[in-house]
């Protein structure tokens, strides 16, 4: 018996609608992959692990994927035009925020598909800092999976956690993600050509310096020497060098006011500039100096008016000195120092 045209295409429905239907994908589970694996391309293509985005690619990666993402952004936001602010470090605090995407991509060997570390650049991508609602800098923001909103469901992380740099970038991470960035892989000071150059010029004076040294020639036998390393040493603890060091104060500021004008001094007690350390620093220097010269050399002088002369000279200076420091401190912080007399004078 044919089989007619019509009766054909009756049996043959059924079949094309469920080969159809098996052949589209699960909603989202393509896209979601394909989504990953351009960020892991563009992962492998960028030196640090830091992937540059744009208008483009925050659309592409953010905004159009449907919540929640398979995947977190942590985001640095940067502008070329203030890379010369040193004020701000957004060149030292780039450097620590690839530190922290290289470590962390290396020590899950390239294998993490769960955190990704970019960065964004202000002129190429106006439209995305409104987005984020991005008006200072610097500025690191991370976007969860189920952030809809850029600006008010990330997390930006605290201005004031910027000064330890790539360690508080860690644990920020650590504390939002629950993941584990892991040891930090600092390049060391000096590579290793430089080092056996080093190692080789010791081995070549070394006799030389130990003939020096039997013969008390060498400069460590000079009492001038440690005198001045003495003075120094006082110096660059009284002056908070160190503090300086650690947190990468800039000597001053350009007043917003007038860029024409410099700031040596800044009224707050929540930073300090290296000028004023340094201020502070020598006048504490000048009455350490003066102390010592009173209790090691004036003891030695025979002419007793001299000494009176130069004592009164010395308790003078001091007294101007230490009252500067007190005035300067209190200008900063707002606390007074008073005096306290005994009770009999009263």
Known sequence: MAISPASTAIFFLPLLTISLFLSIP????????????????????????????????????????KTPRPYSLLIFFDATQLHDKSELHLLDLRREFSLVASSFIANYNNSNTKLFFADIEFRESQSSFHLFGVNSLPHIRLVGPNAKSLKDDSEQMDQGDFSRMAESMAEFVESRTKLTVGPLHRPPIISKTQMGLI??????????????????????????????????VYFFSVSGAMHNIIRKMPMFLVDRN???????????????????????????????????????????VKNATAKRVAMIFALFVSFWAVQKVIFLDNWKTGYGIHGFWPSSWN
């Not at 992959?33 to 492998?44: G, P, T």
């Not at 925050?58 to 905004?63: E, G, P, S, V």
């Not at 004076?205 to 001038?224: M, N, Q, R, V």
């Not at 350390?277 to 100096?289: K, P």
Request: proline share 4%; hydrophobic share 50%; glycine share 8%.
């Open 26 to 65: 699960t909603a989202g589970s393509e896209p979601e992959s394909e989504l990953v694996a351009d960020l892991l391309a563009l992962q492998s293509e960028s030196k640090s692990g830091v992937i540059h985005l744009d208008d483009r690619t925050i659309a592409k990666f953010l905004t159009s994927p």
């Open 199 to 232: 190692v080789a010029l010791l081995l070549i004076s070394a006799p030389f310096i130990i003939k020096k040294i039997f013969a008390g020639e060498t400069f460590l036998h000079d009492p001038k020497i440690w005198l001045s390393g003495a003075v120094f």
């Open 258 to 300: 007038d860029p024409n004008k410099l700031v040596f001094f800044y009224q707050g007690s929540g930073m300090q500039l290296g000028a004023e350390g340094f201020a502070v620093g020598f006048l504490y220097t000048i009455v350490g100096l003066l102390l010592a010269f009173v209790t090691h050399v004036l003891v030695y």
